[in-house]
């Protein structure tokens, strides 16, 4: 008799462990990390109005669509296949597997962490969908909106679902070797920058006419758009840790002193070179705090959030004042924003990452870990490599299939009429004589201011 109750209380026992050690949702960490997905969201219509802004007039509408289509188009990509080839399982190091193929065995009781699995999904999805619409800064006013669309299906399938699985999936290559990117450093910023810049090289430069009144027409929607990105950005940086911990607020608290340092740096440049302190170069400068401070925030400490902001800021600030000596049109500086700022970013992790911030880290070099900043600059390195090396190929790809660039006529008349039949202004910036207004082929009057 007692054998048989050694035995009950053994299956017991082992059945309460099995039982705790099933992954279970925890509705505050999902609230949570619903509300952050929706953050995450707004940012993309905030990028639009933040470009739409820095350019022409007559472009207005072009620049805003380029990040709005990536909300269609990216994210039923990401959804049918994207999502698997970054968090699917049977893979390899480099590339996910086809197990959540048209997100299969996400539903129901599935769990990531502490939250469903669909909510993983979709907070993924908003990343997704930001990224290959930070590359179109560098292609403005002179690309072909269907090559744009099919440039960006390829880059989000075939460059950054890989390089997010190995990052951040546990069985990818970078994750493996202890890469630190708590949020995007090199799978969201080295990536873009440096696509914007590969991509800007194979487009070519704008024409000389439209160079010369490529100036911002709205810094209101520039400032709007700052402000979006940065409200989003909350939720971007502290959604990473998954639930509503310590380590989230630690994220939080860094992405708003790192943007505010990096603000207040670019201004002080400016003055320091004898110019006046612009509304567009503070919004540029949050925005570069924003994208330092994203691989780290989960990692460093308030005050290394704001030497991150601060060298970030310089960086991308001198590389913007000589980007005219780099061959390559990159309209709205997005290798030196995101780019520079994301590679300084990256850096600074394994300078600044303490494990008092982050338990389930060793620290960087300030903790007595070089080793760390050695494998942040090596994953760096090879996300420069893989991305540029892929948009090369993909924008030639592009480029043989339908073409990259609109043509002469179309670009000096703007990209709204051409490729939408819509106009920024209707009443401001547009005259119309002779056909219906509205068609491509209608004669444009010209605004003096544009």
């Not at 592009?398 to 106009?423: C, P």
Request: proline content about 3%; overall charge neutral; hydrophobic content about 55%.
């Amino acid at each position: 008799m007692r054998r048989l109750l050694v035995m009950v209380m053994l299956l017991g026992s082992s059945a309460a462990l099995a039982q705790s050690s099933t992954p279970k949702i925890d509705t505050g960490d999902t609230a949570f990390m619903i509300l952050c997905s929706a953050l995450v969201l707004l940012m993309t219509p905030g990028l639009a109005f933040f470009y739409g802004g820095l350019v022409r007039s007559r472009t207005v509408l072009n620049t805003m669509m380029m990040s709005f289509v990536a909300m269609g188009v990216v994210a039923l990509l990401w959804a049918v296949l994207g999502y698997t080839l970054a968090f699917g399982g049977g893979g390899n190091a480099f590339i996910g597997g086809l197990e959540h193929l048209g997100l299969n065995d996400l539903e129901g009781s599935s769990v990531t962490g502490t939250i469903p699995s669909y909510v993983f999904f979709i907070f993924q999805l908003t990343f997704a969908v930001i990224t290959p619409a930070i590359i179109s800064g560098s292609l403005v006013d002179r690309m072909k909106f269907g090559s744009y669309v099919l440039f960006i299906a390829l880059w989000s399938l075939l460059i950054y679902s890989p390089l997010a699985h190995m990052v951040w999936s546990e069985g990818g290559f970078w994750y493996k070797h202890g890469l630190l990117d708590f949020a995007g450093g090199t799978v969201i910023e080295v990536a873009t920058g440096t696509a914007g810049l590969v991509a800007a090289m194979v487009l070519g430069k704008r024409s000389s006419g439209t160079l010369r009144v490529a100036v911002p027409h709205n810094i209101p929607f520039v400032l709007l758009g700052m402000g979006l990105l940065w409200f989003g950005w909350l939720g971007f940086n502290a959604g990473s840790a998954l639930a509503a911990n310590a380590v989230a607020a630690a994220a939080l608290v860094g992405t708003v002193l790192a943007p505010a340092a990096a603000m207040c740096m670019w201004l002080l440049w400016e003055v320091q070179r004898g110019q006046k302190p612009s509304a567009v170069g503070a919004a540029t400068g949050a925005v570069v705090g924003m994208v330092a401070i994203t691989p780290a925030c989960g990692y460093v400490s308030p005050m290394a959030s704001i030497w991150i902001g601060l060298l970030a800021s310089s960086a991308s600030f001198w590389v913007v004042q000589i980007k005219y000596r780099i061959n390559s049109d990159d309209a709205l500086d997005v290798f030196a924003c995101h780019g520079v700022a994301g590679f300084m970013g990256v850096l600074l992790t394994g300078v600044f990452a303490s494990s008092k911030i982050n338990p389930s880290i060793t620290g960087g070099l300030l903790e007595g870990n070089p080793a760390q900043l050695l494998i942040q600059l090596e994953g760096a390195l090879f996300a420069v490599a893989f991305v540029g090396v892929g948009t090369f190929v993909l924008m030639h790809l592009v480029r043989m299939l339908l073409g990259l660039r609109v043509t002469a006529h179309q670009e000096s008349q703007g990209l709204d009429l051409s490729s939408h039949a819509e106009e920024g202004y209707t009443s401001g910036d547009f005259g119309f004589v002779g056909k219906e207004a509205g068609s491509i082929d209608s004669p444009v009057i010209l605004n003096a201011n544009d």
